[in-house]
């Protein structure tokens, strides 16, 4: 069964840091781009940034040098670590696969002012 599990998130204040992670099932994890994406209430979802099989990361602008995307193919994970955080990065994530219809069931972080 193809399954993307997340943890992570939760509230904090900004400033902060929180660090989302996602395991991956039933797919060749090491072989596929992986992605996170974000949606905040009533705005369209949003790409934070994708991180190849060879581990080259590319971000969204308004995380850019903030957020880190980072994988462990042997614990077939990906990971978000979310510095610096703003409270117009409240939003649920969420991972995915690129260019497949696999995500996970999504985060909520929640960042205060």
């Known amino acids: 069964q193809v399954q993307l599990v997340q943890s992570g998130g939760g509230y904090v204040q900004a400033g902060g840091s929180l660090r989302l992670s996602c395991a991956a099932s039933?797919?060749?994890?090491?072989?596929?781009?992986m992605a996170w994406y974000r949606q905040a209430p009533g705005k369209q979802r949003e790409l934070v940034g994708t991180?190849?099989?060879?581990?080259?990361?590319k971000y969204g602008d308004s995380v850019k040098g903030r957020f880190t995307i980072s994988r462990d193919n042997a614990k077939r994970t990906v990971y978000l670590q979310m510095n610096s955080l703003k409270p117009e990065d409240t939003a649920v994530y969420y991972c995915?696969?690129?260019?497949?219809?696999?995500w996970g069931q999504g985060t909520l972080v929640t960042v205060s002012s």
């Open positions: 995915n696969v690129v260019n497949r219809d696999i």
């Open positions: 991180i190849s099989s060879g581990g080259i990361t």
């Open positions: 039933g797919i060749i994890f090491s072989a596929n781009t």
